[in-house]
């Protein structure tokens, strides 16, 4: 049974960066799509971002600019870049993967997540 694993969240002033990894282990196969998303307390899920293995990368909107999101793939791992950190970043971020038609759903949908690390921005 696959599974994934992130690390590196943490807490961070305004304006910083923050790196996140992704462990993703023990599938058959690799993923055909991966990702992040987050929730903060109180509120919905929220895509931050979606790779997908025709090489199409795509953001939510209100992290386009300031997150960057990348895979090794022979290390089967997953990474988020943040930077220009805001306090509404603050969240619990999650990595998510799937395949086939399930990856239409996006990250949030994704069947396959990590248990998730908590992002703290303070201004």
């Known amino acids: 049974q696959g599974q994934l694993a992130e690390s590196g969240g943490g807490s961070v002033q305004a304006g910083g960066s923050l790196s996140l990894s992704c462990a993703v282990t023990?599938?058959?196969?690799?993923?055909?799509?991966m990702g992040w998303f987050r929730q903060a307390a109180g509120k919905e899920r929220e895509t931050v971002a979606a790779?997908?293995?025709?090489?199409?990368?795509s953001y939510g909107n209100s992290v386009k600019g300031r997150f960057t999101t990348s895979n090794n793939k022979a290390k089967n791992t997953l990474f988020l870049q943040m930077s220009s950190l805001k306090p509404e970043d603050t969240a619990m971020y999650y990595c998510?993967?799937?395949?086939?038609?399930?990856?239409?759903?996006?990250?949030?949908?994704?069947?396959?997540r990590g248990q998730g690390t908590q992002v703290t921005v303070s201004s």
């Open positions: 023990g599938f058959a196969y690799a993923p055909d799509c």
């Open positions: 790779l997908y293995n025709n090489g199409s990368i």
């Open positions: 998510a993967a799937d395949f086939l038609f399930y990856c239409k759903r996006g990250p949030d949908g994704f069947r396959y």
